[in-house]
């Protein structure tokens, strides 16, 4: 399974943006597709992932500014992530993620700035 995340980049505060990551490859019906991040001198940590049947979960701090979704293809997966009400906070590198149950991929991190 191959990851491109695209998105990411500098934004005022209050402002938006929307990273996308496409899984292809050997897609099994179910699998989990989330991001993660690590801000400076933090550890990685969950932002929101979901699963093929639609089920969500946030990380409390994201929860009503971000909504994770996806669109399955045949062999592709693509899920969207959008950052509504960004804060300063949510500066860090995001990080794809992509479980098949069996392993689990990670895509190249992409910066997050919120800065003024």
């Not at 505060?13 to 989330?34: D, E, Q, Y």
Request: glycine share 10%.
């Amino acid at each position: 399974v191959q990851l491109q995340a695209s998105g990411g980049g500098l934004v005022q505060p209050g402002g938006s943006l929307r990273l996308s990551c496409a899984a292809s490859g050997t897609i099994f019906s179910i699998n989990v597709m989330g991001w993660y991040r690590q801000a400076p001198g933090k550890q990685r940590e969950l932002v929101a992932r979901i699963i093929s049947d639609g089920d969500t979960k946030y990380a409390d701090s994201v929860k009503g500014r971000f909504t994770i979704s996806r669109d399955n293809a045949k062999n592709t997966v693509t899920a969207h992530l959008q950052m509504n009400s960004l804060k300063p906070e949510d500066t860090a590198v995001y990080y794809c993620n992509f479980d098949n149950m069996i392993e689990e991929y990670w895509g190249q991190g992409t910066e997050v700035t919120v800065s003024s």
